[in-house]
């Protein structure tokens, strides 16, 4: 009886492993399937405030030492400005300062930091970035007329001022994607997949070059 009940527990046993096996290798296959239909994601955008193209709102402010800043309009030094909104107590912006002063160094743009939030805050913050030379603007103001609804979030402007591209940055694969807007014209990553999409099915369904009628 007892042997009768090991055998049959050792097949239960080889059944279920069995089953495992198959669902584990049902899931590798969805996991491989949304692998290949994901793509290379940028800087996701809203919906809301000055579109890609409109001139920037302009503004005159004075950063966190009351140095005179200008937001919008032509820029001085010829330069593309990258418009980086966030707060003192934003963990993901902490992390991303570093990686914003590394690209602005090495792309040879503008940036101007746009916070909000309390002043004891924004001196625990100044107190633990060295943030060089770069302004940082305490105003709410310029975030309602971006309409910026979440942080981090970049708009880069070009040097006459008009918006090239916006949305929210994450990561530093955000960042360089905003960057990319004027040298592949497009405003992002999504509407450059989008339009190779676009290319790829009409190159699909146009007739074969050479084809005989």
């Avoid at 990686?99 to 633990?128: N, T």
């Avoid at 910026?148 to 040097?159: E, F, H, Q, S, T």
Wanted: charged residues 20%; aromatic residues 6%.
């Amino acid at each position: 009886m007892t042997q009768q009940l090991l055998v049959a527990s050792n097949v239960l046993l080889w059944l279920a492993l069995f089953g495992l096996g198959i669902v584990v290798v049902g899931l590798m296959r969805q996991i491989g399937l949304l692998h290949e239909r994901s793509s290379p994601m940028g800087a996701m955008m809203t919906d809301h405030g000055p579109d890609i193209g409109d001139p920037a709102p302009a503004f005159n402010v004075v950063d966190y030492n009351g140095a005179p800043v200008r937001i919008g309009g032509p820029n001085p030094q010829k330069r593309a400005t990258l418009l980086m909104f966030t707060a003192p107590t934003c963990p993901i912006c902490d992390k991303l300062f570093p990686i914003i002063k590394s690209i602005a160094k090495a792309e040879k743009i503008s940036v101007i930091l746009v916070s909000d939030g309390q002043p004891d805050e924004h001196e625990r913050f100044l107190k633990s970035h060295d943030l060089g030379s770069i302004p940082y603007v305490v105003s709410p103001e310029v975030g309602m007329r971006f309409q910026v609804g979440k942080i981090p979030y970049g708009v880069l402007l070009d040097a006459s001022g008009t918006i090239r591209a916006k949305g929210l940055t994450n990561t530093r694969e955000h960042l360089e994607s905003l960057l990319e807007a004027d040298k592949s014209g497009f405003a992002s990553i999504q509407k450059y997949m989008s339009s190779q999409r676009m290319h790829a099915q009409s190159s699909k369904d146009s007739p074969v070059s050479g084809q005989a009628a």
